[in-house]
């Protein structure tokens, strides 16, 4: 009987330990850990052959996750120096010019404003680790009015005239959200 209880034993090891080691690697997986492996070991041809794909798996996220980031970052990068020199010229004609183009001036700085926001939150994104901030309450007839009043001037050497009629309503949303779907919206239906 001790004799049959060993075998078991050793039995049971080779199937729980192998076992073990691919919980540990998806528990450090699940909190982030992208670079943990299974690695080879003992263990039936199954377990070896489920920690193989594992670790295929976990690779492959690793590095959709790091260009994610890379693309981030390299894009933040570009855009934020031209997006700087744009602001200084903006403010350059604005304190020098006067009347309608002062007006046209001050949109085009809430514009660029809003630019650097979209990179800052690129920026933010290639550095955390989640990203996904919670929704907030939006006015949408603002976004709306502000969306429509950017758009104008291209919209009107298209030869289409914008308008919008928003009720006071509001939607639970990630900030900026509205606005891009909003620009999407606005920029297609110019096109076409």
Do not use: C, W, Y
Not at 4 to 18: C, D, E, K, S, Y
Not at 142 to 162: I, K, P, S
């Amino acid at each position: 009987i001790a004799a049959v209880g060993a075998i078991g034993l050793v039995l049971a090891r080779t199937m729980t330990n192998p076992l073990q080691r691919l919980r540990q690697s998806a528990v450090a997986l699940g909190r982030g850990e992208l670079s943990t492996r299974v690695g080879e070991g003992p263990g039936p041809r199954e377990v070896q052959d489920l920690a193989t794909s594992f670790d295929a798996m976990a690779g492959r996220l690793e590095r959709l996750v790091a260009s994610q980031r890379d693309f981030a970052a390299d894009a933040s990068h570009q855009l934020r120096t031209p997006l700087a020199a744009l602001q200084l010229r903006l403010e350059n004609l604005r304190d020098g010019g006067g009347g309608d183009s002062r007006r046209d001036v001050d949109a085009a700085l809430v514009e660029v404003e809003r630019l650097s926001g979209i990179i800052d939150g690129l920026l933010v994104l290639a550095r955390a680790e989640s990203t996904e901030p919670p929704p907030d309450e939006i006015a949408v007839a603002e976004v709306v009015a502000d969306r429509v009043a950017a758009h104008e001037a291209l919209a009107h050497r298209q030869g289409v005239t914008l308008s919008s009629h928003p009720e006071r309503v509001s939607a639970m949303a990630v900030p900026g959200a509205v606005d891009q779907m909003l620009d999407n919206l606005i920029d297609n239906a110019v096109k076409a």
